[in-house]
Structures are given as structure tokens and as C-alpha cells.
């Protein structure tokens, strides 16, 4: 069997449980999975390729991680897609291209106010333009961001700065996942009980749902706009009655939920393995 290597993080050296039941079905394709830390990823040459899938702490050393990705190749998905993928930026890209995201602006940290004064938004959701897992994420009202206090529990840099959506507090989150381009299975997230993040880190829960075809279809025009050749992908949505809004694309290090569908371990397997075996794949 070829080794594959699964790039986790130091954290998480054996991966996680959910990218484990992907071990099976790709050892059934000729493929023996190694789990290493991103930290510890050095090039080697009798590899089948890498596959970026769990290593969550990447942002808090951004310019290290894509410095570490660099020279590994194959890689999925590709450097180019990573890099564009973790700045929260690509967004507003999205829109330019067609997709339906929430209204969003990107300010430094001093002209918050100013963001919530221009659009007149009351509840804001700030969110570090470089951050994962909610980490970092506030909802301020526009009143307190003249208030120093406030200022003061916020890290300088850039914020994607967004109202606030009532809906994800009513109905969550809904996650379609694709896999190899095709969309696999799709899964609801919910916040816990006065919240509004709905990570499971930060007290939600999730289970397994169906969407719409008209979803599923949108979710591939947006996956269109985004850099070619990623292997797996995520897109999450908050249903409203304005129509679905796109919160975020996942192209590098996705949760896909395996555990949620019977086929889709095996379906990742796959998308895998065709990205390895396609002349056309990135390096």
C-alpha cells in the first residue's frame, strides 16, 4: 500500500475520530494512512500525497502553516486554495462573483464603531479576518463600540464585521459537504441555549439533515467561484426568510462530519483517491 499522509497538529497527533473512519475505505484503494502533525511535515518522496484535514490550530500561526504546506506535494486541497481560504476577505469576493453572504464589511478594530454608525446596524457579529472555531468571534451592540472596555477585549487587526442574524438563533446552521465536487450528505447545527455560536466547542450541537435541491445547486456555484482543484469542501448557510445566506466556505482543514452519513467515509476515500489519480492535480 501507498502511505498517505493525514496532516493533523500537534494537538491532535492521531488525527481525529471522525478522519479515522476514512482509514478503512482508502486502505481498501491501496492507501495506508499516517497521521502527522503540521508542525513536524518534512517532503518525502515515496508519499501518495498529503491531505490537509485536521490541523485546527493553523491561524494562531498563519504565515508558518502556509510555509509548512509549501513544499509537501501533492496537497490536498492545493496551497493556492488554502492561502485565498484563510482570510475571511474571500468573502466578499464571493459576492463580487454572485453569492448571497450575510452584508458584510472588513474593518481594523478602530473603526468598528464607524462600520456600525455607517450601516446602522444595532447587533454586530465581529469575527478576526484570520480565525477558526468561532474563536475570537463577538456580538457587540453598536452602543458599546464607543466604549473603550470593549475595545480593549479585542485584538488589534482586521474584523469581518456583519449584523447580527436572528436566525441562526431560531434555526442554526445548515452544512452541505461536498466530496469530489459532488455534494455527499448535509448536517444542521444548532447553538446551545442563549448562545449563538453553534461549534460544538462552544456548547452546540449538530445532527444529520436533508436540504433542498436548489441549495445543493448554489453551494456548487459557489464552490465554482473559488479556487480550482480542492478534493473536499464545506459551505455553510443560514436558512432566512430573505433566502440562504452564505456564512463560510471550509477549502482547508474542513470538519465533514463523516459520521453523519453511512457512505460518506467511503465517498471521501474516493474523492481522494481520484484527486491523486488525476494528471491535472495541483503540486
Keep these: 500500500m501507498r502511505p498517505l499522509a493525514f496532516l493533523t497538529d500537534s494537538l491532535r497527533p492521531d488525527g481525529t475520530a471522525d478522519d479515522r473512519l476514512a482509514v478503512a475505505p482508502l486502505a481498501a484503494l491501496g492507501f495506508d494512512v499516517r497521521f502527522v502533525p503540521w508542525e513536524r511535515a518534512i517532503p518525502a518522496y515515496d508519499l501518495a500525497g498529503w491531505v490537509i ?40 469576493e ?87 465536487g459532488e455534494f455527499s450528505h448535509a448536517l444542521r447545527k444548532r447553538p446551545a441555549a442563549g448562545g449563538f455560536l453553534v461549534h460544538e466547542e462552544h456548547g452546540g450541537s449538530v445532527e444529520a439533515t436533508e436540504i433542498g435541491a436548489a441549495l445543493i445547486v448554489e453551494g456548487e456555484a459557489v464552490l465554482r467561484a473559488c479556487p480550482a482543484g480542492c478534493a473536499y469542501a464545506r459551505v455553510d448557510w443560514i436558512e432566512t426568510a430573505r433566502g440562504p445566506r452564505l456564512v463560510e466556505v471550509e477549502l482547508i482543514e474542513p470538519e465533514l462530519f ?8 467511503a465517498r471521501f476515500a474516493e474523492a481522494l483517491a481520484q484527486a491523486l489519480r488525476s494528471p491535472g492535480r495541483p503540486a
Excluded at 258 to 265: C, F, G, K, N, V
Design 94 to 180: 464571493l459576492a463580487e462573483a454572485g453569492a448571497s453572504i450575510i452584508p458584510s464589511v472588513v474593518a481594523p478594530r478602530e473603526a468598528l464603531a464607524e462600520v456600525a454608525e455607517s450601516t446602522g446596524w444595532e447587533r454586530l457579529i465581529v469575527k478576526p479576518c484570520v480565525s477558526a472555531a468561532g474563536e475570537g468571534v463577538r456580538q457587540l451592540h453598536a452602543d458599546t463600540l464607543h466604549e473603550e472596555s470593549w475595545l480593549g477585549c479585542l485584538p488589534d487587526g482586521d474584523y469581518l464585521v456583519q449584523p447580527f442574524l436572528a436566525d441562526v438563533v431560531e434555526a442554526g446552521e445548515v452544512s452541505a459537504i461536498y466530496l469530489g
Design 53 to 92: 484535514r485536521s490541523p485546527w490550530n493553523y491561524y494562531r500561526a498563519r504565515s508558518a502553516f502556509l510555509g509548512a504546506l509549501a513544499p509537501l506535494s501533492p496537497c490536498l486541497n492545493p496551497l493556492e486554495a488554502v492561502r485565498w481560504n484563510s482570510d475571511k476577505r474571500y468573502l466578499l
Design 258 to 265: 463523516l459520521r453523519m452519513h453511512p457512505e460518506a467515509p
